[in-house]
């Protein structure tokens, strides 16, 4: 695998020829898999339904029509041009982007939205990928969007999703997205829900989440889809003490991953551990318990049985009226997050901001200035209230 190193560049870059860097890829990669990169589109082998208008696409920039007619119809290659414009930063990219979400916005909505989350090791995309071969193989058109972890030092991040999933990915009822956490915290990069919500008018039937699983604001992840999976190993350690509290009231099933061989009867062990832990714990979901199942990617035993329960889950929030009252909690919060954002990223792109910065994070670094203060200074140049003169 490769190592990509993300840039403002290389996604603007990224946002008018990834129609292009698909196609190559493809004819280079001998199992028409792509391995690697933040803008990696779709599997070589295309169907022809998919691939039809990546010719006009692949040499210029897309209007806001041009890249929803793509997307309605299920052009891959269009979709994952479409995710490289909604990351990008640019303020042009931005303004397209809005455009074309309030454009895919009507045929949106009916997918189901699986988040799956678990410690790193426990096995999530062998899992993803067992389970989405399962739903292409019964007609259902699943979309994965796995996200990476960027480094802090580099920036960069090893897409390796697509080669742990090579038969999903390969599959034309299949889309596997990856893309770096960036710094955003939840595991899920910045701009996941767009990202969804594209998907969901390309015509997917389930939009799985991957995330990182480091641990870092699982709420981010809860927010953002119908079922929160938590994937458990057993013969870890202290079963109970090693996950959070938190993100057990979070999930809506857990699954003991990895229930196969000899380790079969430590995760029967473990499962019955966490159903007793779980009867202290509150559910999120009205008129549901969250279950505990075992499952294996490797024989494919207990797989049926986790899709069944989300199946489960969704008709009966449906009924009641939760899955619609939770949606529009969602929608709010995202609006909320969008907001936050926004103001992030026009204080970082501030030229007063900009200019003020290294002069008091030397100061602050000194020990001269304290760190609230110069804070507020750059706040109140930010506001246009003083120029941040230090006196």
Known sequence: MKKRHSSEADEHQEAHTGAEFAGDAAKH??????????????????????????GRARSRAL???????????????????AITLIESRKPDDNRLARALLGAVLPHSGRAARVGITGVPGVGKSTFIEALGCMLTEAGQRVAVLAVDPSSRISKGSIMGDKTRMERLASDPRAFIRPSPSAGSLGGVARKTREAMLLCEAAGFDVVIVETVGVGQSETVVHSMVDFFLLLMLAGAGDQLQGIKRGIMEMADALVIHKADGDNRVAADRARGEYEQAMHFLRSVS????????????????????????????????????????????QDRSWMH??????????????????????????????????AVTAAQ?????????????VP
């Open 29 to 54: 990669s001998p199992g028409g898999t792509l391995s690697v990169s933040t803008g990696s589109t779709t599997p070589g082998n295309l169907a022809p339904a998919y691939a039809e208008g990546a």
């Open 63 to 81: 209007a806001v029509d041009e890249y929803a007619e793509g997307i309605l119809r299920g052009d891959r290659i269009v979709l994952a041009r």
């Open 286 to 329: 009205p008129d549901w318990f969250p279950p505990v199942l075992t499952c294996s990617s490797v024989t494919l035993e207990g797989i049926a049985d986790v899709w069944k329960t989300i199946t489960q889950h969704r008709a009966l929030m449906t009924q009641n009226g939760y899955l619609r009252a939770r949606r529009a909690e």
């Open 337 to 370: 997050d969008t907001i936050r954002e926004a103001l992030q990223d026009s204080f970082e792109t501030h030229a007063g901001v900009a200019a003020l910065l290294p002069m008091l994070e030397r100061q602050v670094e000194e020990g001269s200035l304290p």
């Open 377 to 389: 200074q750059l706040l109140d140049v930010f506001a246009g209230r003083e120029d941040g003169t």
